[in-house]
């Protein structure tokens, strides 16, 4: 009886010491996975102020009571709201051949900061890339790096899970602005060749 007693007490000594060395601790880093697919492009908008309508991609379709819808408002560019269908290409000229397009809208949030809120389809339809990303997030423009999140694609990208990196890499006033992209998928359901 009492080998059957140590046999137990040996036993669950070991179940619990055992299970709880082999669990991570709260101590232990968290683990961060590699992307499957990473892609780099450039984005170049071009905002209509009312002299540039042939080569505009964005225009301001709403503005504060104090704004017009040609000129960013003062403050921030509070209370804009600006849609787009920017040319995206494959390194930082303006005039290289497009890889897709990118396609949404901005809206400045803050009136105390330069930032603002995106929505962004990036949309390939090249021999290497079929479909589109979509991205979504706050971009406080100031910072070096932003990110915002890859919520959802289709064709290539269908449901694409991931981060898109953006970098302000070249701005000429209120008119042009050039953003380095960096998108980081870490999960679709259709098999994309990893780098």
Known sequence: MESKSLASTLFLFFLLFGTSAASPTLKSKPHHPLPCKRLVF???????????????TSAIVGAPAWGNKTILAK??????????????TSDNNLHSTPVGRAQGFYLYDRKVAFTA??????????????????????????AKTRDISVVGGT??????????????????????????????????????DCD
């Not at 908008?45 to 042939?54: A, F, L, Q, R, T």
């Not at 995106?118 to 100031?142: L, Y």
């Open 155 to 192: 064709g290539d990208f269908f449901m694409a899970r991931g981060i898109a990196t953006l970098m302000g890499d070249d701005v000429e006033g209120d008119v042009y602005f050039r953003l380095k992209v960096d998108v980081k998928l870490y999960e679709t359901l259709v098999k994309l």
């Open 75 to 88: 403050d921030n560019h509070f209370g804009d709201v600006v849609v787009f269908d920017d040319p995206i």
């Open 117 to 142: 809120f995106f929505g962004i389809s990036f949309v390939f339809n090249s021999t290497q890339h079929k479909g589109s990303i979509n991205c979504v997030g706050a971009d406080p423009t100031a």
């Open 42 to 56: 450039y984005l170049h908008d071009i905002v209509y102020n009312g002299k540039n309508s042939k080569n505009a």
